[in-house]
């Protein structure tokens, strides 16, 4: 089973002001098809050729970085694309609600420990909503990690690196982080996640 780029959930206009058609159109088109293409290359008569996607990004961690920095990607941006919605950021499911405020005190604790992540990871990389051992803490990666190779199970990400703010927001990073937490995150999916645990 090879990697292919899936369709966006929503019109790529559908995200303004907070993310642009063309910041989409490069972002999806573009970074993400590079990817998918990439990985395929990669793949090519490795050990893992036809093995489940979170198979492949956790068995080539650290062993083939080619293999790992596109089946990482490939893996974060299927699920990026479904962490942001229109009019997102609204109320959050009851249940990860009050797993959130156990976690981090308060939703707006974990709001500001998550855009504080992004802030603070230094160059390319997302910043995280990961559930470990029954808690859920924000956590930073470089590049094309994710928490999935740290031991935890990654149920909201944001990506940082420059091409998925910049045409919008220039080197304004923290102001991106505030408008996705705020008016992107599609919670029911991060509520789907969670409850997979
Ligand atoms: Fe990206």
Request: charged share 25%.
């Amino acid at each position: 089973m090879s990697f292919s780029l899936p369709e966006l959930p929503y019109a790529y206009d559908a995200l303004g002001p907070h993310m642009s058609r063309e910041t989409l159109e490069y972002h999806h088109d573009k970074h993400h098809l590079a990817y998918v293409n990439n990985g395929n290359n990669a793949l090519k008569g490795t050990e893992w050729e036809g093995k489940p996607l979170e198979e492949i990004v956790k068995g080539s961690f650290g062993k083939n970085a080619a293999v790992f920095n596109n089946a990482g990607q490939h893996f974060n941006h299927l699920h990026f694309w479904r962490w942001m919605k229109p009019n997102g950021g609204g109320a959050i499911p009851g249940e990860l609600e009050k797993a959130l405020k156990d976690s981090f005190g308060s939703i707006d604790k974990a709001k500001e420990d998550l855009v504080q992540a992004g802030v603070t990871q230094f160059g390319s990389g997302w910043a995280w909503l990961t559930l470990k051992d029954g808690k859920i803490a924000a956590t930073k990666t470089q590049n094309g990690e994710s928490p999935l190779v740290h031991g935890g199970k990654p149920i909201l990400g944001i990506d940082v690196w420059e091409h998925s703010y910049y045409i919008d927001y220039r080197n304004r990073r923290p102001d991106y982080l505030k408008a996705f937490v705020d008016h992107l995150v599609n919670w029911e999916y991060v509520a789907e996640l969670f409850g997979q645990k």
